[in-house]
């Protein structure tokens, strides 16, 4: 491969998203989607107390969680919270990134990678309804937003990409750059990390 030329030297430097290239070559490598949950993911849940005692559960978990609360009216029981982290692949699956370049390898999960590389952010905004049924039995649904944004480049100039999904939905986006032997889109959804821990500290 003749880097000297600038047409090739630009697509080995692009390093954007996709791609794991370095100045002393192109990456190769392969690309693995996000693979279907092998049961239906859970973002709601009858639990078996009254709803004053859930709604102080649901209090005492997220105000020492990782879990930023935006706003809460218990006389609606809606509570909206915010997430983000430095570690992405906890909260989505967005599949599996291994490459080889003449320099370095990886083998990570892709959220993890772009992170890592380009310094992915994760902002997570979640909406909890908690609902009495009876006096014993109350119901609790979460749904989060998810918007994991790889920022721009500037070498070369390369620009923002989004992904945004909510609780039971999933993006599918083009990148920039995509690794050779590779496909050009990349998935990107939920882990329901968020959505099972708090469902199951309300539950206790």
């Not at 290239?21 to 192109?26: D, M, Q």
């Not at 997570?124 to 609790?140: C, E, W």
Request: proline share 6%; aromatic share 10%.
């Amino acid at each position: 491969m003749n880097l000297r030329n600038p047409w090739i030297r630009r697509v080995c430097l692009a390093a954007l998203v996709g791609s794991s290239a370095s100045l002393l070559g192109c990456a190769t490598g392969t690309y693995t989607p996000p693979q279907a949950a092998a049961e239906p993911p859970q973002y709601e849940r009858v639990v078996k107390k009254s709803f004053d005692d859930t709604w102080t559960s649901l209090i005492d978990y997220t105000s020492q969680a990782f879990f930023g609360i935006d706003r809460f009216e218990k006389a609606s029981g809606l509570m909206t919270l915010n997430f983000g982290s430095s570690e992405p692949a906890r909260f989505i699956d967005c599949g599996h990134m291994k490459a080889q370049g003449a320099a370095q390898s990886i083998d990570m999960p892709y959220a993890k990678y772009v992170n890592d590389r380009f310094g992915a952010k994760l902002d997570g905004k979640m909406n909890i309804v908690v609902r009495s049924l009876d006096p014993k039995r109350t119901l609790v649904r979460v749904n989060a937003r998810y918007i994991f944004i790889v920022p721009a480049q500037t070498l070369p100039q390369i620009p923002s990409q989004t992904w945004t999904f909510d609780s039971g939905g999933e993006a599918t986006i083009h990148v920039l750059g995509a690794t050779a032997g590779t496909s050009p889109t990349r998935t990107c959804r939920p882990t329901y990390a968020a959505e099972r821990a708090v469902l199951d500290a309300v539950s206790k």
